[in-house]
């Protein structure tokens, strides 16, 4: 099981960036060019929403059940011990939360190219944080689970 969860994280997560480039895509030509804020707009940041909070499910259970995630004394000592159970979690429940508010608070705005803009921003710093939690798991962009 936990095998075949660590290859799901890891493909879901190519799905997310995909559709974070969409999305920042058609929230910057939107705000940039006061464009109506459309069904692919609401359905593509519904999806990343859904996928985003998914990953974080499949996350979770990984965290529970990991060798690599340790609560001991040696932890904080060892670089890829640290990083699976503090710095990989931390990252990513920001770069979720901003993806989750970035959906919510722009449903509450009336000017479309408020909502680009809001989106565009916030989902923006989401994909920084997730760059930086991919370049710095040790992995690389594309590699496989497991080999940390």
Same mark, same amino acid.
């Given at each position: =099981?936990?095998?075949?969860?660590?290859?799901?994280?890891?493909?879901?997560?190519?799905?997310?960036?995909?559709?974070?480039?969409?999305?920042?895509?058609?929230?910057?030509?939107?705000?940039?060019? /006061? /464009?109506?804020?459309?069904?692919?707009?609401? /359905?593509?940041?519904?999806?990343?929403?859904?996928?985003?909070?998914?990953?974080?499910?499949?996350?979770?259970?990984? $965290? =529970?059940?990991?060798?690599?995630?340790?609560?001991?004394?040696?932890?904080?000592?060892?670089?890829?011990?640290? $990083?699976?159970?503090?710095?990989?979690?931390? =990252? =990513?429940?920001? %770069?979720?939360?901003? !993806?989750? #508010?970035?959906? #919510?608070?722009? /449903?509450?705005?009336?000017?479309?190219? %408020?909502?680009?803009?809001?989106?565009? #921003?916030?989902?923006?710093?989401?994909?920084?944080? !997730?760059?930086?939690?991919? %370049?710095?798991?040790?992995?690389?962009?594309?590699?496989?689970?497991?080999?940390?």
């Amino acid at each position: =099981m936990y095998t075949g969860l660590l290859h799901l994280h890891s493909l879901n997560r190519y799905a997310i960036l995909l559709l974070i480039l969409l999305v920042l895509y058609r929230s910057f030509t939107g705000f940039t060019g /006061k /464009k109506t804020f459309t069904s692919l707009d609401q /359905k593509s940041s519904l999806w990343l929403l859904i996928l985003s909070h998914l990953q974080l499910v499949f996350g979770l259970v990984l $965290y =529970m059940v990991s060798p690599w995630v340790k609560f001991t004394a040696e932890t904080m000592k060892d670089a890829s011990l640290r $990083y699976w159970t503090v710095e990989h979690i931390f =990252m =990513m429940v920001i %770069a979720i939360t901003l !993806i989750t #508010i970035a959906r #919510i608070s722009s /449903k509450r705005l009336t000017d479309d190219t %408020a909502k680009h803009k809001r989106i565009f #921003i916030l989902v923006s710093i989401a994909f920084v944080i !997730i760059l930086a939690a991919i %370049a710095t798991s040790g992995r690389g962009f594309f590699g496989l689970p497991g080999h940390h």
